[in-house]
Each structure stands twice: as structure tokens, then as C-alpha cells.
């Protein structure tokens, strides 16, 4: 099998940069490398990626234009907490993107950041347990993909999803991909050391000061044939959803699809 080469390396803060013209997914990419032992802060960017994925397998379009990149991480938590990672990454992605201008940059639970509604960026974690490389719990090494649509057109998405896509660009900004990647990556790299020391409990807060769907009315699918409806009332230590249904029950919520309705504010 041939293996793909990137077309430059770069150092960016304490990142290790390999570029690639085209992948078929920086998260592809990134878990191979890791596994052949690439460093903590290595970070996979595409200028374009063939077969870009999101949850559950959706495909991700990511046409040129676009910031396409992966981070490899080796966190020595417990295995429980790896998955709030992808939170991490969503509070690092909205005060980049604030931190250019677009203040009203919020997270919508589990793995995206919207503007006005509307998705601008998107994030995977994936992660994989090897008792001989990883830390506590056997975690060997956790992938964080990031999709962030900057230059490319969201009236070349499809129509599927168009109308509810946002850009850098049409927010009125002319940054560059590469300065949106070391924005997003500078952030990072400091809730990322907070993380490792002292989970995500003790990032909650922030991400609820950046939140879209705390106060919300929601609507969350957490299997095939089960929905759970009622209020976004917040986040649990880990960073589970945490609903109060129409009942007064509240629900923990781990993992799903969850749709906005309105605000009970």
C-alpha cells in the first residue's frame, strides 16, 4: 500500500504541522499515524478531504477553502473521560472564532458551533485503548477532527444542509485557514493542559458561558426508536446533557443527536 506524504512539516506553539494537499480524512490519517507512534500535538491538516466524516458516519463536506485538521492526542486520563474532549474542543473552536470577531460563535451539544443557529464547525473525537502506549485505563491515543467552514461557499454545500451552514467569510471576515487553525490551536493548547490535570468538571462552566443549548427546549435521539424531549437545563462533570422532561424527571444524557427548538428563557 502506498502511503500518503504531507507536502510540508511545520512547528506552530507546541504543534508539529504535517499538510497535505488531499486525504480522504484527516482523522483517517491521524489514527494511522498514531499508531505508529506520532507524538502528542501532531497535528494532520487537508486542504481538501475526499471522504471527510462526522458522527455516526455522516459524511463531511469539505471542498478547498475549508479547515480540514485532526490533533493527535495521548491524554493520561481515565478512559471515561476521554470523550468530553470533543467539548474541550468546542469551547477552543468558539473563543478562537470569537477571538476573530465572530462574538456570537456558541456550542451546540454534543460536537458543533453555530452562528445564529447555524453550523460553522463541526468535531469528531475518536479515541483508541492500548495498555502499552496509553495512560491510566489503557487510553493509548485520542483523534480530534475539526471542520470549520472559513473560504469555502456554503452556496456550494449541498441543499441539504446550505441553509443552515455559516462561514468565516460570511460573517464578514477575511481570515486565512491557516491563521483560523493556529487561533483554534492556541486555544486549545491551554484548556487541553487544564483538562489533563483536572478533567472537564473544571471546564463546565466555560462551556456553558459559550452554550447555545442550555435553556433550550431540545429534542434528543439516543437510540433508534427513543427520543428525549424537554429542557437543556446544563451539563454534568463529564459532559453528559442533562435534560428536565415535562414530567420533572431529569435525564442524563451521554450521547446523541439533539435538535433545538426554542428557548424557556
Known amino acids: 500500500m502506498t502511503l500518503t506524504q504531507p507536502d510540508r512539516i511545520t512547528r506552530y506553539e507546541n504543534y508539529e504541522i504535517l499538510h497535505y494537499a488531499s486525504l480522504e480524512s484527516t482523522n483517517t490519517e491521524g489514527k494511522r499515524l498514531a499508531r505508529n507512534g506520532a507524538g502528542e500535538r501532531t497535528v494532520v ?17 469539505s471542498p478547498l477553502g475549508g479547515a480540514w485538521f485532526s490533533i493527535i492526542l495521548r491524554p493520561r486520563v481515565p478512559a471515561n473521560e476521554v470523550p468530553s474532549l470533543a467539548l474541550v474542543a468546542g469551547i477552543a473552536v468558539a473563543k478562537a472564532l470569537r477571538s476573530l470577531g ?20 463541526g468535531i469528531l473525537a475518536e479515541s483508541a485503548s492500548d ?14 477532527g475539526i471542520g470549520i467552514n472559513v473560504k469555502n461557499p456554503v452556496a456550494s454545500l449541498p441543499e441539504t444542509i446550505r441553509e443552515r451552514s455559516a462561514s468565516v467569510a460570511g460573517e464578514g471576515s477575511d481570515e486565512s485557514v ?10 486549545f493548547d491551554g484548556l487541553y493542559e487544564i483538562f ?6 473544571v471546564l463546565r462552566n466555560e462551556w456553558l458561558k459559550l452554550s ?30 442533562l435534560i428536565k422532561k415535562d414530567d420533572g424527571e431529569i435525564a442524563t444524557i451521554l450521547a446523541g443527536d439533539c435538535v433545538h427548538a426554542t428557548s424557556d428563557a
Do not use: H, Y
Request: contains cysteine.
Open 196 to 201: 489533563t490535570a483536572s478533567g472537564f468538571r
Open 131 to 144: 495498555c502499552s502506549e496509553g495512560g491510566r485505563d489503557g487510553v493509548g491515543f485520542a483523534v480530534i
Open 212 to 241: 447555545e443549548t442550555a435553556g433550550m427546549r431540545v429534542s434528543v435521539e439516543v437510540g433508534a426508536e427513543e427520543k428525549v424531549s424537554g429542557t437543556a437545563i446544563g451539563i454534568g462533570e463529564k459532559g453528559e446533557l
Open 102 to 121: 465572530m462574538n456570537r460563535a456558541m456550542i451546540k451539544w454534543p460536537n458543533d458551533v453555530n452562528i445564529d443557529g447555524k453550523k460553522i464547525c
Open 178 to 187: 491557516e491563521n483560523v487553525i493556529g487561533e483554534v490551536l492556541s486555544a
Open 45 to 61: 491538516v487537508a486542504d481538501i478531504q475526499s471522504g471527510g466524516r462526522g458522527r455516526i458516519g455522516r459524511r463531511w463536506e
